[in-house]
Structures are given as structure tokens and as C-alpha cells.
């Protein structure tokens, strides 16, 4: 990914709210599978990264971003960008 494009993506996540957040559970199966659904339905997601989930921000978007298959945009803070290109035929895929 290109830091245009990411930069993109960036613009068009700051109006995103947070669909999820990682606390002190950590990185689950539910989670990870609510998370994988999420982006096959919208592409670009943000998740809130507790810190009660004990890891720093980056490490932990990197073992979500390998889970889900995604490209980690940012990390902004406590805040993670995910994008994943959607499989689905019928959808508006998001252009660069």
C-alpha cells in the first residue's frame, strides 16, 4: 500500500467510529471473527485499543492485522485503521 493510498484511507477514517474494542481479553476468536465480518461488510474499520489490554498499540494492531488478512493503515493513539479489500460482488468497493 502506497502512503497515498493510505493517506486516503486515513481521510476517509476520521469519520469512522470504533467498532470494537480490544481490553484486557485480548485478541479472541469472537473477536477476530466479528472483526473479519466487519471488514468484509464495510472494507475500513477503526477499533479502540484499551489500555487494559497491557501490550502497546502498534504490537497489538500487527497481531490483529496478521489475523484478519488486513492492511494496518494507522495507529493513531489507542486507535487502529484496518482495511481489507471485500470479496462481496455487490458492494462499492472503496477506490484509491
Do not use: W
Given at each position: ?29 469472537n ?66
Open positions: 500500500m502506497t502512503s497515498k493510498q493510505r493517506s486516503n484511507l486515513k481521510a476517509i477514517a476520521a469519520n469512522l467510529k470504533p467498532v470494537a474494542q480490544v481490553g484486557k481479553e485480548g485478541i479472541g476468536e473477536l477476530v471473527r466479528g472483526l473479519s465480518e466487519a471488514l468484509e461488510a464495510r472494507e475500513l474499520i477503526k477499533v479502540t485499543l484499551l489500555p487494559a489490554s497491557g501490550e502497546d498499540g502498534k504490537g497489538l494492531a500487527a497481531e490483529l492485522a496478521a489475523l484478519l488478512k488486513a492492511e494496518t493503515v494507522a495507529v493513531i493513539g489507542r486507535k487502529a485503521i484496518f482495511y481489507r479489500r471485500s470479496k462481496r460482488k455487490d458492494f462499492e468497493h472503496i477506490e484509491f
